[in-house]
Protein backbone atom coordinates (compact mmCIF):
# COMPACT_ATOMS: atom_id res chain seq x y z
CA UNK A 1 0.00 0.00 0.00
CA UNK A 2 1.42 3.61 -0.75
CA UNK A 3 -0.28 6.50 -0.20
CA UNK A 4 -0.85 9.16 -3.36
CA UNK A 5 0.94 12.02 -1.49
CA UNK A 6 2.99 12.25 2.25
CA UNK A 7 0.09 11.85 5.06
CA UNK A 8 0.32 15.42 7.42
CA UNK A 9 2.52 15.43 10.22
CA UNK A 10 0.73 14.36 13.82
CA UNK A 11 -0.03 17.69 15.54
CA UNK A 12 1.73 17.35 19.17
CA UNK A 13 1.60 19.67 22.17
CA UNK A 14 5.31 19.37 24.54
CA UNK A 15 5.20 17.75 27.97
CA UNK A 16 7.13 19.97 30.56
CA UNK A 17 10.04 18.41 32.05
CA UNK A 18 10.47 15.19 29.41
CA UNK A 19 11.09 14.86 25.79
CA UNK A 20 8.01 13.13 25.31
CA UNK A 21 5.36 15.08 22.83
CA UNK A 22 1.49 14.43 23.45
CA UNK A 23 -0.37 13.65 19.73
CA UNK A 24 -3.53 15.35 19.29
CA UNK A 25 -6.09 13.28 18.09
CA UNK A 26 -9.31 15.53 18.30
CA UNK A 27 -9.87 19.46 19.83
CA UNK A 28 -13.15 19.73 22.02
CA UNK A 29 -14.43 22.86 23.30
CA UNK A 30 -16.89 23.42 25.74
CA UNK A 31 -19.06 27.03 25.04
CA UNK A 32 -20.64 28.86 27.69
CA UNK A 33 -18.95 27.18 30.53
CA UNK A 34 -18.61 30.57 33.12
CA UNK A 35 -21.93 32.37 34.01
CA UNK A 36 -20.11 35.64 33.68
CA UNK A 37 -18.88 34.83 30.17
CA UNK A 38 -22.64 33.39 29.05
CA UNK A 39 -23.72 36.85 30.63
CA UNK A 40 -21.86 39.26 28.46
CA UNK A 41 -22.93 36.91 25.34
CA UNK A 42 -26.48 37.96 26.11
CA UNK A 43 -27.49 34.22 27.78
CA UNK A 44 -28.35 34.00 31.66
CA UNK A 45 -25.74 31.85 32.27
CA UNK A 46 -28.27 28.80 33.44
CA UNK A 47 -28.54 27.38 30.20
CA UNK A 48 -26.08 24.02 30.25
CA UNK A 49 -23.07 24.03 28.37
CA UNK A 50 -22.62 22.57 24.86
CA UNK A 51 -19.77 21.43 22.41
CA UNK A 52 -17.81 22.14 19.18
CA UNK A 53 -14.80 20.97 17.77
CA UNK A 54 -11.60 22.44 16.16
CA UNK A 55 -9.49 20.87 13.45
CA UNK A 56 -6.84 18.93 15.29
CA UNK A 57 -4.15 20.75 13.35
CA UNK A 58 -6.27 23.99 13.88
CA UNK A 59 -3.62 23.95 16.78
CA UNK A 60 -0.90 26.48 17.03
CA UNK A 61 2.03 25.23 19.63
CA UNK A 62 3.83 27.26 21.74
CA UNK A 63 6.96 25.60 22.96
CA UNK A 64 7.92 25.74 26.85
CA UNK A 65 9.65 29.71 26.74
CA UNK A 66 8.60 30.64 23.69
CA UNK A 67 6.75 33.41 22.28
CA UNK A 68 4.51 32.22 19.45
CA UNK A 69 4.39 34.78 15.84
CA UNK A 70 0.55 34.08 15.72
CA UNK A 71 -1.12 34.89 12.03
CA UNK A 72 -3.95 37.05 12.10
CA UNK A 73 -7.08 35.24 10.17
CA UNK A 74 -8.40 36.34 7.10
CA UNK A 75 -12.45 37.43 6.60
CA UNK A 76 -12.62 38.96 10.12
CA UNK A 77 -12.66 42.36 11.24
CA UNK A 78 -13.64 41.47 14.64
CA UNK A 79 -11.46 38.54 16.20
CA UNK A 80 -11.42 37.63 20.26
CA UNK A 81 -9.23 36.14 22.64
CA UNK A 82 -10.85 33.81 25.22
CA UNK A 83 -8.32 32.33 27.90
CA UNK A 84 -8.98 28.69 28.42
CA UNK A 85 -7.56 25.86 31.12
CA UNK A 86 -7.34 22.55 28.53
CA UNK A 87 -7.70 19.30 29.29
CA UNK A 88 -5.62 16.60 27.93
CA UNK A 89 -7.16 13.04 27.51
CA UNK A 90 -4.89 10.26 28.31
CA UNK A 91 -6.95 7.43 28.37
CA UNK A 92 -10.04 6.84 26.16
CA UNK A 93 -13.60 5.64 26.41
CA UNK A 94 -17.20 6.25 25.96
CA UNK A 95 -20.18 6.57 28.84
CA UNK A 96 -17.43 7.74 31.83
CA UNK A 97 -18.62 8.41 35.00
CA UNK A 98 -17.94 11.32 36.28
CA UNK A 99 -16.80 9.37 39.47
CA UNK A 100 -13.94 7.95 37.17
CA UNK A 101 -13.32 10.81 34.73
CA UNK A 102 -9.75 11.99 36.50
CA UNK A 103 -8.32 8.24 35.87
CA UNK A 104 -8.59 9.75 31.86
CA UNK A 105 -7.25 12.30 32.27
CA UNK A 106 -3.27 13.27 31.20
CA UNK A 107 -2.42 16.45 32.21
CA UNK A 108 -3.45 20.44 31.66
CA UNK A 109 -2.29 23.29 29.60
CA UNK A 110 -3.24 26.73 28.82
CA UNK A 111 -4.99 27.24 25.80
CA UNK A 112 -6.79 29.92 24.12
CA UNK A 113 -9.64 29.45 21.98
CA UNK A 114 -9.50 32.14 18.93
CA UNK A 115 -12.64 33.09 17.56
CA UNK A 116 -13.46 34.98 14.46
CA UNK A 117 -16.93 37.21 16.44
CA UNK A 118 -18.07 38.60 13.17
CA UNK A 119 -18.31 35.70 11.38
CA UNK A 120 -19.52 33.53 14.49
CA UNK A 121 -22.33 36.17 15.02
CA UNK A 122 -23.22 35.91 11.74
CA UNK A 123 -23.73 32.15 11.94
CA UNK A 124 -25.55 32.51 15.13
CA UNK A 125 -28.34 34.48 13.64
CA UNK A 126 -28.89 32.48 10.73
CA UNK A 127 -28.81 28.84 12.67
CA UNK A 128 -25.87 27.59 11.04
CA UNK A 129 -22.82 25.90 12.02
CA UNK A 130 -19.62 27.83 13.62
CA UNK A 131 -17.21 26.33 12.62
CA UNK A 132 -15.93 29.50 9.75
CA UNK A 133 -15.84 31.62 13.57
CA UNK A 134 -14.33 29.34 15.90
CA UNK A 135 -12.67 26.25 13.69
CA UNK A 136 -10.10 28.31 11.36
CA UNK A 137 -6.78 27.54 10.83
CA UNK A 138 -4.28 28.26 14.21
CA UNK A 139 -7.26 28.74 16.09
CA UNK A 140 -6.29 27.31 18.89
CA UNK A 141 -2.99 28.41 20.55
CA UNK A 142 -2.07 25.89 23.53
CA UNK A 143 1.23 25.83 25.24
CA UNK A 144 2.68 22.83 27.18
CA UNK A 145 1.27 19.95 28.68
CA UNK A 146 1.77 19.74 32.55
CA UNK A 147 1.20 16.02 33.95
CA UNK A 148 -1.40 15.82 36.25
CA UNK A 149 1.05 14.94 39.33
CA UNK A 150 2.83 18.35 38.61
CA UNK A 151 -0.02 20.03 37.88
CA UNK A 152 -1.60 21.36 41.40
CA UNK A 153 -5.50 21.28 42.21
CA UNK A 154 -5.82 22.93 38.45
CA UNK A 155 -9.65 23.00 39.64
CA UNK A 156 -9.47 25.34 41.76
CA UNK A 157 -6.61 27.62 39.49
CA UNK A 158 -6.80 31.18 38.76
CA UNK A 159 -6.40 31.67 35.01
CA UNK A 160 -5.97 35.25 33.31
CA UNK A 161 -4.78 36.73 30.14
CA UNK A 162 -2.88 40.21 29.50
CA UNK A 163 -3.56 42.07 26.32
CA UNK A 164 -0.45 43.80 25.58
CA UNK A 165 0.42 43.84 29.54
CA UNK A 166 -2.93 44.66 30.72
CA UNK A 167 -5.25 42.54 32.22
CA UNK A 168 -8.42 41.19 30.34
CA UNK A 169 -9.71 38.17 31.85
CA UNK A 170 -9.38 36.82 35.29
CA UNK A 171 -11.26 34.44 37.17
CA UNK A 172 -10.51 30.43 38.90
CA UNK A 173 -11.73 27.28 37.06
CA UNK A 174 -13.60 26.63 40.49
CA UNK A 175 -16.15 28.82 38.52
CA UNK A 176 -17.00 26.30 35.76
CA UNK A 177 -20.56 25.84 35.35
CA UNK A 178 -19.43 22.13 33.95
CA UNK A 179 -16.49 20.50 35.91
CA UNK A 180 -13.51 18.58 34.72
CA UNK A 181 -15.66 15.26 35.15
CA UNK A 182 -18.90 16.10 34.24
CA UNK A 183 -17.31 17.44 31.04
CA UNK A 184 -15.66 14.34 30.86
CA UNK A 185 -18.80 12.21 31.58
CA UNK A 186 -20.82 14.00 28.96
CA UNK A 187 -18.53 14.00 26.34
CA UNK A 188 -18.10 10.31 26.30
CA UNK A 189 -21.65 10.10 25.90
CA UNK A 190 -21.61 11.72 22.72
CA UNK A 191 -17.98 10.76 21.25
CA UNK A 192 -15.71 7.89 22.47
CA UNK A 193 -12.34 9.85 23.92
CA UNK A 194 -9.40 8.82 22.30
CA UNK A 195 -5.99 9.38 24.26
CA UNK A 196 -4.68 12.44 22.79
CA UNK A 197 -8.13 14.05 22.91
CA UNK A 198 -7.84 17.98 23.98
CA UNK A 199 -10.55 20.28 25.80
CA UNK A 200 -11.12 23.65 25.65
CA UNK A 201 -13.16 23.87 28.41
CA UNK A 202 -14.59 27.38 28.17
CA UNK A 203 -13.56 30.76 28.95
CA UNK A 204 -14.36 33.13 31.60
CA UNK A 205 -15.45 36.90 31.13
CA UNK A 206 -14.09 39.73 29.57
CA UNK A 207 -13.43 38.45 25.78
CA UNK A 208 -12.44 40.90 23.64
CA UNK A 209 -10.95 42.48 19.86
CA UNK A 210 -7.20 41.39 19.18
CA UNK A 211 -5.26 43.57 16.27
CA UNK A 212 -2.60 42.60 14.60
CA UNK A 213 0.85 43.96 17.24
CA UNK A 214 -1.12 42.75 19.79
CA UNK A 215 1.24 40.62 22.24
CA UNK A 216 -1.46 37.88 24.30
CA UNK A 217 -0.20 36.83 27.27
CA UNK A 218 -2.68 33.82 29.27
CA UNK A 219 -1.86 31.44 32.45
CA UNK A 220 -3.21 28.80 34.59
CA UNK A 221 -2.10 28.54 38.22
CA UNK A 222 0.17 25.49 37.86
CA UNK A 223 0.62 25.69 34.54
CA UNK A 224 2.89 28.05 33.48
CA UNK A 225 2.03 30.72 30.98
CA UNK A 226 1.15 31.04 26.61
CA UNK A 227 2.32 33.77 24.88
CA UNK A 228 1.42 34.71 21.22
CA UNK A 229 2.40 37.85 19.35
CA UNK A 230 -0.35 38.84 16.68
CA UNK A 231 1.34 39.10 13.00
MN1 LIG B 1 -14.29 29.20 24.18
Known amino acids: MTYLFAPPPVPSVPVRGTDARFPIHRIYCVGRNYQEHAKEMGFTGNEPPFFFLKPADAAFVVEEGSTGPWPYPSLTKHLHHEVELVIAIGKGGKNIAAADAAQHIFGYAVGMDMTRRDLQNDMKKQGRPWC????????????????????????????????????????????????FADTIAYLSTAWELQPGDLIYTGTPEGVGPVVPGDQLQAGVDGLGTLTITVV
Not at 141 to 149: D, K, L, M, Q, W
Open 132 to 179: VGKGFDHSAPIGPITAVEQAGDAAHAGLWLHLNGQERQRSNTSQLICN
